[in-house]
């Protein structure tokens, strides 16, 4: 069984964290202080998500210190010119109320891809906000296997790619960037895990939902999370949707049930802006 941690450089990372997307005002803030309290440690926001503040509020008012939460927040792919890095991961650790972030990602490559220079550029200056110890760890998110291979080969040894952050879900395999994440050590953070909750009507996840006395949901979470190098961040905006995801590490999959979910992939992409990269580079 897959333990509730994964060790990344060195850093343990709850596999299992909360997603924040679209929850905003007193029931973001009402979220992650429940969260918290009840085991959660690994909270995810973003810029664009406009809820960093109630974020922040929810961490002060949960009975938990701040340095065992792993934050991430995420700067928007029209932040990433060098000086606007700097000055909207400053904005955010304000909204935060925080001195750092665990983790800060680049939300969408968006004209990085294509641009090497670009995102070199961009990748010096989430190294520099490293360096001022604004952020424990940086990373990114919605990658091509090509772009992915370009982040790796310019970041420096002392601040390497530690996470890469992308839809992933059983209907939709990403094996390309997975096994990237495997050959470099970096953690891979499902989002959209549940596939808006359809994996609650896919009788072959149901069936093997049955065998175990969980939902189709809670197998969907313990697929991932048996995984190697991988999290997930479900957003859960009710209190019996955060207690239902948490209960996930009191049984184990079998080789044959995991393949089984595995061969549920359907190319379904639910996910996919005009600035996505090229997908067809294998992400």
């Not at 009402?30 to 664009?48: F, K, W």
């Not at 503040?53 to 701040?66: L, S, T």
């Not at 606007?84 to 983790?103: F, H």
């Not at 969408?108 to 294509?114: E, I, M, N, R, T």
Request: include cysteine; proline fraction near 5%; aromatic fraction near 8%.
């Amino acid at each position: 069984m897959a333990d509730t941690t994964t060790t990344i450089y060195g850093r343990e990372v709850p596999t299992l964290g909360l997603g924040t997307y679209k929850i905003t005002g007193d029931t973001c803030r009402e979220s992650v202080a429940h969260a918290l309290t009840m085991g959660y440690r690994h909270i995810d926001t973003a810029q664009m998500y406009k809820n960093e503040a109630e974020v922040g509020a929810g961490i002060a008012e949960a009975p938990v210190a701040r340095e065992d939460v792993f934050l991430t927040t995420k700067v928007w792919h029209t932040n990433l010119a060098p000086a606007d890095v700097k000055r909207t991961t400053k904005e955010s650790l304000r909204a935060l109320g925080t001195d750092y972030v665990d983790l800060l990602l680049i939300h969408w490559p968006a004209h990085l891809d294509g641009d090497v220079d670009a995102l070199r550029r961009t990748l010096d200056a989430f190294v520099e906000v490293h360096e001022a110890g604004q952020a424990r760890h940086i990373g990114v998110s919605n990658f091509s296997p090509k772009l992915l291979d370009q982040t790796v080969e310019h970041l420096p040894d002392e601040a390497p790619l530690f996470a890469h952050q992308a839809e992933y879900h059983p209907f939709l395999s990403q094996e390309p960037v997975l096994q990237h994440a495997r050959e470099h050590g970096y953690l891979f953070t499902a989002y959209r895990p549940l596939a808006r909750g359809a994996v609650l009507q896919d009788e072959r996840l149901q069936a093997v939902a049955n065998r175990h006395g969980k939902s189709a949901a809670q197998v969907t979470l313990r697929w991932l999370l048996q995984q190697p190098n991988v999290s997930a961040i479900p957003k859960a905006a009710s209190a019996a949707h955060r207690i239902s995801n948490l209960d996930v590490f009191d049984f184990s999959l079998s080789n044959d049930e995991m393949t089984a979910i595995h061969n549920v992939a359907r190319g379904e992409r639910q996910i996919d802006p005009a600035f996505a990269p090229a997908w067809s580079e294998g992400a």
